[in-house]
């Protein structure tokens, strides 16, 4: 079993900037995909981006162009780097695992965190 802790949310303007971490405690497959999702109220649950074990990434190609996925291995920690935030960013977002390839996509991911909120004004 493996537990996600999230930490890194909070409030932020328009504009600027906020670095996400995941930390993985416990199991984690050799074959893993690291991913991020955010829900915002109201709205269904949305895959932001994800990475693997042999750092193939996944990106919602509407988030790429700001956000950025990056792991430290040696320490189990997912990295989600957010810039140029905007108001229709905030949400609850979420670390998930899978023991599989990030080929697959944001689907199939059983392992979830409990959530770090972005709020950002304008």
């Known amino acids: 079993q493996v537990q996600l802790v999230e930490s890194g949310g909070g409030s932020v303007q328009a504009g600027g900037s906020l670095k996400l971490s995941c930390a993985a405690y416990?199991?984690?497959?050799?074959?893993?995909?690291m991913g991020w999702f955010r829900q915002a109220p109201g709205k269904e649950r949305e895959g932001v981006a994800g990475?693997?074990?042999?750092?193939?990434?996944i990106y919602n190609t509407s988030l790429k162009d700001r956000f950025t996925i990056s792991q430290d291995n040696a320490k189990a920690i997912v990295y989600l780097q957010m810039n140029n935030l905007k108001p229709e960013d905030t949400a609850m977002y979420y670390c998930a695992a899978k023991w599989s390839s990030c080929r697959s996509g944001f689907g199939g991911f059983g392992y979830w965190g409990q959530g770090s909120q972005v709020t950002v004004s304008s």
């Open positions: 990475i693997d074990g042999v750092g193939t990434t």
């Open positions: 416990g199991y984690i497959s050799s074959s893993y995909c």
